[in-house]
């Protein structure tokens, strides 16, 4: 399997890349729905994220895009409440992280997948290890770190906003 299609599939499943408010965890008895899909060159899936956030937000939903063969926009639109704080969206890799000026690249395998902060593109993101696991109930994997991009809920001007991340490989 080729290192961005490993991504992708991490990405369907939604495991390894979540939006995370207040440094609260999603509610695990929240429904996620599908509210739209479309099928052809550019396929693309809408999911309804509101039901896992516990009211710490009005509305959040997720979109997929597959831009091209090798390309992937996620894209979050949030409504916030007077119970938002702070926004974390995160991604959980094994890949090396460098991080550049214009983003970041992942190296796994000889292969690379290059992540982009359309939205907020100035910000820096932060690369956490979590080996070993921040709890003592958590399994050990080795060389698994986390990627995060924080954002204060007053970037989110009216209530609302979006945040655009682009996953590319080679």
Request: hydrophobic residues 40%.
């Given at each position: 399997?080729?290192?961005c299609?490993?991504?992708?599939?991490?990405?369907?499943?939604?495991?390894?890349?979540?939006?995370?408010?207040?440094?609260?965890?999603?509610a695990?008895?929240?429904?996620?729905?599908?509210?739209?899909?479309?099928?052809?060159?550019?396929?693309?899936?809408s999911f309804?994220?509101?039901?896992?956030?516990?009211?710490?937000?009005?509305?959040?939903?997720?979109?997929?895009?597959?831009?091209?063969?090798?390309?992937?926009?996620?894209?979050?639109?949030?409504?916030?409440?007077?119970?938002?704080?702070?926004?974390?969206?995160?991604?959980?890799?094994?890949a090396e992280?460098?991080?550049?000026?214009?983003?970041?690249?992942?190296?796994?395998?000889g292969?690379?997948?290059?992540?982009?902060?359309l939205?907020?593109?100035?910000?820096?993101?932060?690369?956490?290890?979590?080996?070993?696991?921040?709890?003592?109930?958590?399994?050990?994997?080795?060389?698994?770190?986390?990627?995060?991009f924080?954002?204060?809920?007053?970037?989110?001007?009216?209530?609302?906003?979006?945040?655009?991340?682009?996953l590319?490989?080679?």
């Amino acid at each position: 399997m080729y290192f961005c299609e490993e991504v992708h599939k991490q990405i369907i499943y939604a495991k390894d890349i979540d939006p995370y408010f207040n440094g609260e965890l999603h509610a695990v008895d929240g429904m996620v729905s599908l509210i739209d899909f479309q099928d052809g060159k550019q396929p693309e899936a809408s999911f309804n994220m509101t039901p896992t956030l516990a009211g710490l937000v009005t509305r959040a939903t997720r979109r997929f895009v597959r831009e091209g063969p090798s390309s992937l926009l996620i894209e979050d639109k949030l409504e916030i409440n007077e119970l938002t704080d702070m926004i974390t969206w995160q991604l959980m890799t094994l890949a090396e992280v460098e991080i550049t000026n214009s983003g970041i690249i992942l190296h796994q395998n000889g292969q690379q997948l290059r992540l982009e902060n359309l939205s907020h593109p100035d910000m820096r993101a932060s690369v956490i290890s979590l080996d070993p696991p921040p709890l003592e109930l958590d399994r050990r994997i080795e060389n698994l770190k986390r990627i995060e991009f924080r954002y204060p809920a007053y970037l989110f001007k009216d209530g609302s906003g979006e945040i655009r991340i682009r996953l590319s490989g080679d």
